[in-house]
C-alpha cells in the first residue's frame, strides 16, 4: 500500500465530520490535507492512551517534535506520517510553530485532566488544538492571505465551543471539565468534580452562554471568509455549517440531555458536501 493510501486509510478510519471538507479538495491538495489530519489525529491518540504511563506518552510526542525538527532540517523523518508532510510542508509553507501548537495542546490534556480552567487557560487551549490547525489548513485549501489566519482564529475557537458543548457529558465521564471558571463562577456554581457540576440547576446558562460566545466567533469567520476567494473557503464554509447546524440542535435540546451525543444525520451532512463542494458559487 502506498504511503498516500495508508494515510487516507487513516484518515476514513478516524470517522472525522471535517472528512467531506478535505474530499471537496482537488487531488494535490486533498492528499496534504489528509497528511495534516493524520498528523493530527496521531498525536491526539497519543495523549488520550491513558492505559499508557505518562512518561511513554511523553517520550512519543517528543519523538514527534523531534521528527519535526527533522522535516525542517531537510532531514529524513522516522515516523510514517511525518513523512507524508514532506510535500505538504514543502508545496504550501506550513509553519513549523502551528505544528508543535498542536502538540502543546494535546499535552495539556495529557498531564491529568483539564478541569474548569480559567479562561485564559481555556483560550490557549482552542488556540493550540483548533487554531493552529486551522492556519495549517487554510494554507492548503488554496492560495494563503493572511486574512486566512484570522478565519483560523475565528472559526478555530468556534467550532472547538462546540464540541465542548456537544461533549460536555463524554468528558465529564473522564474527569474533565472544558467550561471555564469565570463562566460557572458568575452563575455560583462551585466545585471541581464534573459530575456535580453537570447535575447544578443553573448550568444551562454557562451552556447558553458559551454557545453564543461560539455563535460570535462564527458570525466573525462568516464576515471574513467574505473577504476572501470562495473556492479557498470551501471548505472552511463547509465545517462552519456543520457545526452551527450541531449547535442549533444543541441549543433547541436546552441542554437537557447532557449524555446524548448530537450529530448530523448522514443525509445532513451528504447536504452539506453537495452545497458547499458544487452548488454554491
Not at 523531534?66 to 514543502?90: E, M
Not at 504550501?92 to 508543535?100: E, P, T, V
Not at 468556534?158 to 472544558?178: F, H, S
Not at 471574513?224 to 470551501?234: E, G, I, T, V, Y
Request: aromatic share 10%; net charge neutral.
Amino acid at each position: 500500500m502506498s504511503l498516500e493510501a495508508r494515510i487516507e486509510a487513516k484518515v476514513k478510519q478516524a470517522g472525522t465530520s471535517f472528512y467531506w471538507g478535505m474530499r471537496m479538495l482537488e487531488p494535490q491538495r486533498r492528499n496534504a490535507m489528509y497528511a495534516v489530519y493524520a498528523y493530527c489525529r496521531d498525536v491526539d491518540d497519543i495523549a488520550d492512551e491513558e492505559s499508557l504511563p505518562i512518561a511513554t506518552r511523553q517520550q512519543q510526542l517528543q519523538d514527534w517534535r523531534d521528527d519535526l525538527a527533522r522535516l525542517y532540517a531537510g532531514q529524513q523523518p522516522t515516523n510514517w506520517v511525518a513523512q507524508a508532510l514532506v510535500g505538504p510542508i514543502r508545496d504550501y509553507d506550513l509553519q513549523l510553530s502551528d505544528f508543535i501548537a498542536v502538540i502543546d495542546g494535546c499535552a495539556m490534556d495529557m498531564h491529568g485532566p483539564v478541569v474548569r480552567p480559567d479562561f485564559a487557560t481555556f483560550d490557549l487551549y482552542c488556540e493550540r488544538v483548533a487554531c493552529a490547525v486551522g492556519r495549517l489548513s487554510v494554507r492548503v485549501f488554496g492560495p494563503w492571505q493572511p486574512l486566512a489566519d484570522d478565519v483560523s482564529a475565528a472559526l478555530g475557537r468556534a467550532l472547538q465551543y462546540t464540541n465542548i458543548l456537544r461533549d460536555v457529558g463524554e468528558d465529564a465521564c473522564l474527569g474533565r471539565l472544558y467550561l471555564p471558571d469565570e463562566l460557572l463562577t458568575s452563575y455560583g456554581i462551585a466545585g471541581t468534580n464534573p459530575a456535580q457540576v453537570l447535575a447544578h440547576p443553573l448550568l444551562p446558562l454557562v451552556l447558553r452562554d458559551l454557545a453564543l460566545l461560539a455563535r460570535r466567533h462564527f458570525v466573525t469567520a462568516a464576515a471574513l471568509m467574505d473577504q476572501l476567494p470562495a473556492d479557498s473557503m470551501r471548505p472552511a464554509a463547509l465545517m462552519r455549517a456543520s457545526y452551527l447546524a450541531v449547535l442549533d440542535k444543541l441549543e433547541a435540546g436546552n441542554w437537557r440531555n447532557l449524555h446524548t451525543r448530537i450529530s448530523l444525520s448522514r443525509l445532513q451532512k451528504l447536504w452539506y458536501a453537495i452545497y458547499y463542494g458544487f452548488l454554491r458559487r
